[in-house]
């Protein structure tokens, strides 16, 4: 059983920063990639940042050059680095890993980030 362990979210202003952490646990097969989902209320779940096994990232449009995603191996966890935060961040944070083959995606539980204006 993998479970994945978020924490780091809050409450805080616009232009503030927040730093997110996502750990894996249980039964861990090959981490494929590990990324950050996010969605707010009445929109679809969308992709923010990825980071490959191999260490290459993918940002949203919206959060380039604002968000930072990194990883330690050995820990098996994720971090979320958001700097310059916007009120339209606003939303509920979800981990997310691919593992395995043939892949299997793991989701954590949420953790909610609010930006006040």
């Known amino acids: 059983q993998v479970q994945l362990v978020e924490s780091g979210g809050g409450l805080v202003q616009a232009g503030g920063s927040l730093r997110l952490s996502c750990t894996a646990s249980g039964i861990i097969f090959r981490i494929n990639a590990m990324g950050w989902y996010r969605q707010a209320p009445g929109k679809q779940r969308e992709l923010v940042a990825a980071?490959?096994?191999?260490?290459?990232?993918n940002y949203a449009d919206s959060v380039k050059g604002r968000f930072t995603i990194s990883r330690d191996t050995a820990k098996r966890t994720v971090y979320l680095q958001m700097n310059s935060l916007k009120p339209e961040d606003t939303a509920v944070y979800y981990c997310n890993a691919e593992m395995g083959r043939p892949p299997k995606t793991y989701w954590g539980q949420g953790t909610q980030v609010t930006v006040s204006s």
């Open positions: 980071i490959t096994s191999g260490g290459t990232t």
